[in-house]
């Protein structure tokens, strides 16, 4: 699943919405955007834990809560660390499944992914390098006071202790008017940033949106200090993971659709290309959202497609009718030498919408 504000693809097609988004947090070469940016500023070390709770809503009713964590690291030289772990819902106890690991060194620009499941990593260099600060500076000290525009207010919260630091806050409140909202109803939008001078990242944030839900990200168990420098070594045993690994196991792991990758870092997300619109049940009068998984494979076509959210037998069997025929552009798997196509499981919105 994903958080926050999502790598996604969104594609309206008169009566169908399809919304594709990862099993796990999207993230680019440098590191996870999506969130709290880990800065890879020198001389401010420590380690931590961001806690990432999310309420799913959808067409205005309660799906679920979610829960994951994220382990982070930073020593002296700037570079950081990341655990990445799998989204699980908030009544599950003990840490969610390990996705990945990433870290990154701001001196010489290379990056590393691990992938613990598989025992497998790729490294590479980033051709520019990550910000030093956050994209979101709303409440730092250099941070920009003016409105984005006139339907948005923004309001300071002051300075409070968050995680053993001092951290300013700032929100900034949204109002969508009935006629662009898309509910028919207006709609306030919420965004609040806590920001850390002293770490030089944002220790908190929090986003809330009636229509989709709400997220917060909170970054806790704050060690000022060194991080084990073995963090950011490549552990023994793991072998380099796709094009020119040198592995038939490997390679043959790679093409299993039962095993797909998981979207992010050097995998990017499929492209679609076509999606038939499905069939609205007859004697049906109200539309509703049928969500499904699947397959993407190596050539773009939907495998092992399956319903995980049921409106009705009728509109989940159109759905799945639908998805088994629409193509994308596959996900690419994208290595210091080269790139080739790899499977991916994702997750689909097919909205109904009764015809007019």
């Not at 999506?34 to 070390?45: D, K």
């Not at 965004?191 to 944002?202: A, F, G, M, R, T």
């Not at 088994?324 to 689909?348: C, D, G, H, W």
Request: aromatic content about 8%; some cysteine.
């Amino acid at each position: 699943m994903v958080l926050m504000r999502p790598q996604s693809a969104l594609v309206g097609l008169s009566r169908l919405v399809v919304l594709i988004y990862a099993a796990a947090l999207p993230c680019v070469w440098g590191q996870n955007t999506s969130g709290i940016f880990l800065t890879p500023i020198p001389n401010a070390p420590f380690t931590g834990v961001i806690a990432v709770e999310r309420t799913a809503v959808r067409n205005g009713a309660f799906v679920a809560i979610l829960k994951t964590t994220r382990d982070v690291a930073r020593d002296s030289q700037g570079r950081v660390y990341n655990i990445f772990r799998e989204l699980v819902p908030v009544s599950e106890s003990g840490p969610p499944p390990i996705v990945r690991i990433h870290f990154y060194d701001p001196q010489t620009r290379s990056y590393t992914y691990l992938y613990p499941d598989r025992k497998v990593y790729v490294t590479g260099t980033v051709n520019h390098p990550p910000a030093a600060e956050p994209a979101d500076l709303l409440a730092s000290p250099v941070g920009n006071s003016v409105p984005l525009n006139q339907f948005t207010k923004q309001e300071d919260l002051g300075t409070q202790s968050i995680a053993g630091v001092s951290a300013h806050g700032v929100r900034q409140i949204q109002t969508i008017p009935a006629a662009s909202s898309g509910t028919g109803n207006e709609i306030v939008l919420t965004d609040e940033y806590w920001y850390s001078d002293e770490l030089h990242i944002n220790v908190v944030i929090k986003h809330n949106d009636p229509r989709t839900g709400s997220v917060t990200m909170t970054l806790g168990q704050v060690t000022r200090g060194e991080p084990d420098p073995s963090l950011f070594q490549i552990p023994e045993g793991y072998k380099p993971m796709g094009v020119g690994s040198g592995s038939p196991q490997l390679e043959n792991a790679n093409r299993d659709v039962a095993s797909p990758y998981h979207i992010g870092g050097p995998v990017s997300a499929p492209s679609l290309l076509s999606a038939p619109d499905p069939e609205f049940p007859s004697g049906q009068t109200e539309g509703g959202v049928v969500v499904v998984a699947c397959v993407v494979d190596e050539k773009g076509a939907p495998r092992q497609v399956r319903v995980v959210r049921s409106l009705s037998d009728a509109f989940d069997q159109s759905a799945v009718r639908a998805v088994e025929q629409y193509r994308f552009s596959p996900a690419m798997l994208q290595t210091e030498s080269a790139s080739k196509p790899v499977a991916v499981e994702v997750n689909i919105e097919v909205n109904f919408r009764p015809p007019s």
